[in-house]
């Protein structure tokens, strides 16, 4: 038909649903096939999703326990160097109150007081350092250890098993699992193989 108004064609509105009509089962048919590509996508992204969360949430975890030893470890360990220090005050009030022997000490009077003074502060500070996890080693009788003792010397001795350590010449001192200062000590030569010993956690 001719639109005598522009001179041009109009498509009869029945050929124009027809038409359209027709395109419609062909665009379901194509959403169709596209279907199965777009759900893997989808799925694929959704794991990746689910992937990156989990390796969120690992991180995460493992900032909080790293942050939590970082706390403990400054917390026990925070006093290490003025530990060390105080070691060298109670070595020194120690070595005062061995310098005046046993049978030389007063049974009474001002010097004895002053003795007993020197000693009871010693015990006092060792006890207050051992309150922030400064312990001592007391190592006399044991097997030695180079991870908590020091060899000085060597003593010949075949009544002990050999790597027996016999006397103790300086205290040593572990805060926490860290050895903050080895005993230094003398090792028996001779004697049976000596037994084994407790892991070095348990000695100390």
């Not at 989808?42 to 989990?54: G, I, N, P, T, V």
């Not at 991180?59 to 290490?80: F, H, I, P, Q, S």
């Not at 060390?84 to 004895?112: C, I, S, W, Y």
């Amino acid at each position: 038909m001719t639109n005598p108004t522009n001179g041009h064609d109009e498509v009869p509105i029945d050929e124009a649903t027809g038409t359209a009509d027709a395109a419609a089962p062909e665009a379901e048919a194509s959403l169709m096939d596209a279907g199965p590509a777009l759900l893997a996508a989808a799925q694929a992204e959704a794991r990746d999703m689910k992937d990156r969360m989990l390796r969120t949430l690992a991180e995460m975890e493992n900032l909080r326990k790293r942050t939590e030893r970082e706390v403990a470890d400054a917390r026990t360990y925070g006093v290490t160097s003025f530990a060390r220090d105080m070691l060298n005050v109670a070595d020194n009030m120690r070595r005062a109150f061995e310098t005046l022997p046993a049978e030389a000490r007063p049974a009474e009077g001002p010097l004895k007081a002053f003795v007993e003074g020197i000693d009871l502060t010693e015990r006092e500070l060792l006890k207050t350092l051992e309150k922030h996890g400064v312990k001592k080693i007391e190592p006399d009788g044991q097997k030695f250890d180079p991870n908590l003792h020091q060899a000085m010397f060597e003593v010949p001795n075949a009544e002990l098993p050999k790597g027996t350590v016999v006397q103790t010449v300086q205290a040593g001192f572990v805060i926490g699992e860290r050895v903050l200062r080895p005993a230094l000590v003398g090792v028996s030569t001779g004697g049976p193989k000596a037994a084994p010993q407790p892991a070095a956690s348990d000695e100390a």
